[in-house]
């Protein structure tokens, strides 16, 4: 059963009453259409700042290890006898990477890789890089272990 409105306008075409199709909006249906696609939008742009800040942490991350890496090797370039056991700490990194701290652990080391006060002709190195985080999380790190002997 089709329900219609009928115009009683004496603008029309004087043969009685016209019959108005129910296609179409009303008011409140544009209204409530506009809300939800405005809502939608509003979430799809809030994802990316987070986005932007996930991308920022993975820089980091690779540039932390790419640090990392580098100082590993400027030790492990070096003759045995010229690595010094100690700790050396840069905090902070010269510039552009002054958002990156940097730590060089160098001890001896016995067989079973447990820790020593003398030299057996095993070092261990620890290369740790740290920097805060770009999503408020806190500080991040990476860390490089590797061992050198004497030749």
Known sequence: MKFSIFNLNPMGNGQGPQQF??????????????????????????????????????QMETQGTLLCQEKMEEITSRVYQDVAVGIETEDPLSSPFEKFSREAKISYVNS????????????????????????????????????????
Request: net charge positive; no cysteine; hydrophobic share 55%.
């Open 21 to 58: 199709s129910n296609a179409g909006f009303t008011f409140l249906e544009a209204v409530v259409a506009i809300l939800v696609l405005t809502l939608g939008i509003v979430a799809v742009l809030q994802v990316f700042p987070l986005a932007l800040n996930i991308e920022k942490l993975s």
């Open 112 to 151: 079973n890789l447990a820790t020593t006060t003398s030299d057996l002709g095993l070092k261990k190195i620890e290369v740790t890089v740290w920097w805060k985080s770009p999503l408020k999380i806190g500080e991040k790190n990476v860390k490089i272990i590797n061992l050198i002997t004497k030749k």
